[in-house]
């Protein structure tokens, strides 16, 4: 069974930090490319950042300079450190898993992170 279980959210005044974890079970963590989606209220869900395997990363421009995705491959673990944080940000984090070969594609529940001007 694959579980994807986040933590690490939470509420935090604006120019604040939080580091968002993700633990992963059920996979073969190192194969999978591994990413933070955020949605917000009304809005659709988009991706937040995303780290591949080997440690690639990719970031959308809205957070660019403020977080930062790695993963510990011996843990089964994801983070995304974000800092400077904005009003904006406010949304559910969710992480997310994928493997291409296997065409597999998991989701956590998610995590609220609320930022409050």
């Known amino acids: 069974q694959v579980q994807l279980v986040e933590s690490g959210g939470g509420l935090v005044q604006a120019g604040g930090s939080l580091r968002l974890s993700c633990v992963a079970s059920?996979?073969?963590?190192?194969?999978?490319?591994m990413g933070w989606y955020r949605q917000a209220p009304g809005k659709q869900r988009e991706l937040v950042a995303s780290?591949?395997?080997?440690?690639?990363?990719n970031y959308a421009d809205f957070v660019k300079g403020r977080f930062t995705i790695s993963r510990d491959n011996v843990k089964n673990t994801v983070y995304l450190q974000m800092n400077s944080l904005k009003p904006e940000d406010t949304a559910v984090y969710y992480c997310?898993?994928?493997?291409?070969?296997?065409?597999?594609?998991?989701w956590g529940k998610g995590t609220l992170v609320t930022v409050s001007s």
């Open positions: 059920g996979i073969i963590f190192s194969s999978n490319v």
């Open positions: 780290i591949t395997s080997g440690g690639i990363t």
């Open positions: 997310n898993a994928k493997n291409a070969y296997y065409a597999s594609n998991y």
